[in-house]
């Protein structure tokens, strides 16, 4: 089985190389398919996204497939859910995941997940007027714009070790708005986690052989309205999205029979150029931190049932100094930057089921960007 997969990566990863060496119009961006880096899971947003080493139950599928295949953990296959709105409820955010093992040691294990953003009922005025000139609203229609993405996870321990586990997602990503584009693509990460005694390590690289993007603009339904407004009329390409590797470690502090304390360190890394927003940047790497921390209190059997989480995340730092010049030539310089989003949560577990609440971004109310996420995760006997 193993021997089989490495052949499938070794595959996929020869098809991706031959595909980015041919593709004529392709084009590398920052910030391509940043969807996927939003994240799932109350619990993770409630601790500052701090994942990597930390997540065993069914959204490691998202975070970091190694932990899929963690030692110790129950033989239970789990199904999770999540939403979130954003901007006022414009935008929705949902995921669903399944994991479960797929030998009886529990040595192997499959994951799924799902996840869609999208901002419905978008309002399409380009064909608001008549023949005539005239206005008719009964010509409004309305469309969506929405990203999607299922990756498909594969997590092992090699020689059925203790404190080392491997993962790999295969990821089909789609990407619509309306009648007027669409986008297929594909991509693979890798990942490792190792943990000993209550010390925790991950690694996720993300987009490994480069994730590409396939766009295609179904240029009738809008060129004539792009002609008139002096627009360029977008042509098929191919988008690619570099790899990103993501470094975690985390400690499970026991304080007494009763209470312990998992602290959970992130890094982001980008080799994508340098990001505007990121608290280091440099020479085409870009590096965001986050960190989170969750209170955890056991009943008598030793096992967590309730649980309260803090953290922060877009820790972002900006020097001041931008590309933008007066009109006699001088450079425009604003205040410098410094910006820490933190959040806040909670977690019950009743037998089988476990429910999170996670505040994002309980530091600035006033621009809308805060969200209540709420997700529920369910083992199955």
């Not at 789990?78 to 669903?96: K, P, R, V």
């Not at 469309?143 to 404190?163: C, H, I, K, Q, V």
Request: glycine share 10%.
């Amino acid at each position: 089985m193993q021997y089989t997969l490495a052949r499938a990566i070794a595959c996929l990863l020869l098809g991706s190389l031959c595909l980015f060496s041919h593709a004529q119009e392709s084009e590398a961006r920052k910030y391509s398919n940043e969807f996927l880096k939003i994240g799932v899971g109350a619990r993770a947003f409630g601790m500052g996204k701090a994942q990597t080493a930390v997540s065993e139950d069914v959204t490691a599928g998202y975070w970091n497939p190694a932990g899929l295949a963690s030692s110790g953990k129950p033989l239970d296959p789990e199904l999770s859910l999540m939403h979130a709105a954003y901007f006022a409820n414009i935008a929705n955010y949902n995921h669903g995941g399944f994991s479960m093992p797929i030998d009886s040691a529990g040595q192997r294990w499959f994951g799924l997940t799902l996840i869609r953003i999208g901002v419905d009922d978008i309002p399409n005025t380009l064909q608001l007027r008549d023949s005539d000139g005239s206005i008719n609203l009964d010509r409004i229609q309305s469309f969506s714009a929405s990203d999607f993405a299922a990756m498909f996870s594969y997590a092992w321990r090699p020689g059925n070790s203790e404190r080392l586990s491997l993962g790999t997602n295969f990821k089909i990503i789609y990407r619509g708005v309306g009648r007027f584009a669409n986008a297929w693509g594909f991509g693979l990460d890798l990942a490792v986690r190792y943990k000993v005694d209550n010390l925790q390590l991950g690694l996720v690289i993300n987009d490994a052989t480069n994730t590409f993007n396939a766009w295609t603009f179904n240029t009738e339904t809008f060129e004539d309205a792009f002609i008139n407004t002096g627009n360029e009329v977008p042509q098929n390409s191919v988008e690619i999205t570099r790899p990103s590797a993501r470094l975690g470690i985390a400690y499970d502090l026991q304080m007494g029979r009763r209470f312990s304390a998992l602290l959970a360190l992130d890094t982001d890394v980008f080799f994508d150029g340098n990001r505007s927003a990121s608290l280091w940047s440099g020479g085409g790497v870009s590096i965001d931190p986050h960190a989170g921390v969750e209170l955890a209190y056991k009943n008598e059997f030793g096992k967590k049932i309730a649980f309260l989480r803090g953290g922060f995340y877009n820790l972002q730092y900006f020097d001041g100094t931008t590309s933008d010049t007066t009109p006699d030539g001088d450079p425009i310089i604003v205040d410098p930057i410094n910006e820490i989003f933190p959040t806040a949560g909670v977690g019950v577990l009743v037998k089988n089921f476990q429910i999170d609440y996670a505040l994002a971004n309980i530091g600035d109310f006033s621009a809308n960007l805060h969200s209540h996420v709420v997700s529920i995760r369910f083992a199955i006997k």
